[in-house]
């Protein structure tokens, strides 16, 4: 109980730092791993501080969303940082506003780094926490970079990723009903699809196709993607064998 007073005590006051640009950088990564933690002391502790701050202080809102990208472009593929991050722009977009101008910006930034972060990845951990955020970002004006991601993930490889993406593009348009055309259509379309279906991709596709014409964006190309070698953990190996028994029927 002690501990945990502490931990709450400490993150408001080392977290009025982030004002400062030669501490920002280091001082975000740390809290990055704290809101990622195992403990949910230090979940709590961490995530409140950053909210808190954030909703106070709104001229910082946009040097620590640059701050956040910049370190997703700096830690590309380590994954210990990555998945964290995720979660962290997932708490940042889910409490805090931004402008549109500045909100513009950083949803053609944070997807064209998203798509370059989980490409070719067996990591479900990371896939996962990717989702939320990435769908959240529909809620601004400029879009269709957002829209044409989301269309990728919704015939991802692994079942989870597919259902995991309509689920939130599914919220996403519940919370922000403005942000796109044909909102109502496309609503139905995801509740009346299992996205994670394994047994045909190809109508998956179909259904996809069919959102990608309501919200105006293109079709996603078929292309041949090499293989490459990365060492899958026992439960990624799972949910990628799972996925083709049940693609081939069994």
């Known amino acids: 109980q002690t501990i945990v007073m502490l931990v709450a005590a400490l ?39 950053l909210i808190d701050y954030l909703t106070d202080h709104e001229e910082q809102v946009e040097p620590v969303c ?22 962290t722009m997932e708490l940042v977009l889910t409490n805090v506003i931004l402008d549109e101008k500045y909100g513009n910006k950083f949803a053609a930034r944070f997807t064209a780094l998203t798509k370059k972060e989980v490409m070719g990845s067996g990591n479900i951990k990371k896939l996962l926490a990717s989702l939320t955020p990435l769908a959240s970002c529909i809620q601004f004006e400029e879009n269709k970079c957002v829209l044409s991601q989301i269309m990728l993930m919704l015939c991802h490889r692994y079942p989870r990723v597919r259902k995991g993406i309509a689920d939130s593009f599914y919220t996403a ?28 991709i190809e109508a998956l596709r179909a259904k996809r ?30 949910d990628s064998y799972s996925d083709l028994v049940g693609r081939a029927g069994y």
């Not at 975000?28 to 403990?39: A, D, K, W, Y």
Request: net charge negative; charged share 25%.
């Open 209 to 238: 196709n069919e959102i990608c014409n309501l919200v105006g964006v293109p079709v996603p190309k078929r292309t041949a993607i090499k293989k490459a070698v990365v060492q899958a953990t026992p439960s990624e190996q799972f």
């Open 11 to 49: 993150f408001p006051s080392l977290i009025q730092l982030l004002a400062s640009p030669t501490y920002r950088h280091s001082l975000m990564r740390g809290l990055i791993v704290s809101v990622g933690g195992l403990t949910e002391s230090l979940v709590k502790a961490s995530s409140t501080a």
């Open 66 to 87: 640059e701050c956040l990208l910049d370190i997703l472009e700096g830690d590309h593929k380590n994954d210990r940082v990555t998945v964290p991050l995720f979660n």
């Open 173 to 200: 348009l519940i919370t922000f009903d403005d942000a796109i055309d044909g909102c109502d259509e496309v609503v139905e379309v995801l509740e009346s699809t299992i996205w994670d279906d394994p047994q045909d």
